[in-house]
């Protein structure tokens, strides 16, 4: 793709940049009290009062500040946070470049003509133990802040076992001359906006069409230490078949969550 110069433009900037990913955490909790332990732990560390402390973080990372919040926690589990924010005026403004955004230093939300949203789906499998968390967020701006700054972030702050992630430019702006401008920055992945960290991390797929600025990338977490994805266990309290037996349904439910379909039974994938 071409590198775009700095765009005059006719009026407002109203482009819409949406960012939307699912992120997973997958583990393992041998009995019905762990595995209820374990959504009870998940409920409490990203309750709507921790996902509304994490999106304020976000919307100060993108260069935008809150108009309003609205948050939720669910019975029996799960929560919601929503923000509609505001563009503000930032030194350096992030849109420009293919570049990383930060890393963490240590509900909803409305925003002007932009939103952020988060949801929490934590669930176990009803026979073999296998626990999954899942979070939904959507980022949505307007104008000149872009939401891909904020991928790094959120994904250490997930501790994210498999993350797809889309990037779409809607809609069009237009420059002094009245022409239409669908698209204001150069963009030819999403992986560019990863640290060096995050693209080692993981096992990357991409599936872009540029002719119509959208962008869609999988990511696999390349490192698998069983007592990583152990609740209420360690592996040393597992014998060698049962360690590798888990190991399997591990990987497996992280293999069909990555490629989206169910792998067979007799399947030697994992």
Sequence with gaps: MRTLKKLKLHG???????LSFNIYDICYAKTAQQRKDYIEYIDEAYNAKRLTEILTEVTNIIGAYILNVAHQDYDPQGASVTMLIAEEPVEKPCVQTES???LPQSVVAHLDKSHIAVHTYPESHPDNGICTFRADIDVSTCGVISPLKALNFLIHMFESDIVT???RVRGFTRDING???FIDHSIHSIQN?????SSDA???IDVNVYQ???FHTKMLLKEFDLDNYLFGVKKGDLSE???ATIRGQLKREMLEIFYGRNLPRESKEV
């Design 12 to 18: 407002f900037n109203n482009l819409t940049k949406n």
């Design 212 to 214: 119509e600025n959208i």
């Design 241 to 243: 078949k049962e360690a």
């Design 193 to 197: 906006y990863f640290t060096k960290e």
């Design 165 to 167: 992630v889309d990037y």
């Design 179 to 181: 022409e239409k401008l």
């Design 202 to 204: 993981y096992e990357m």
């Design 100 to 102: 990383p955004g930060p």
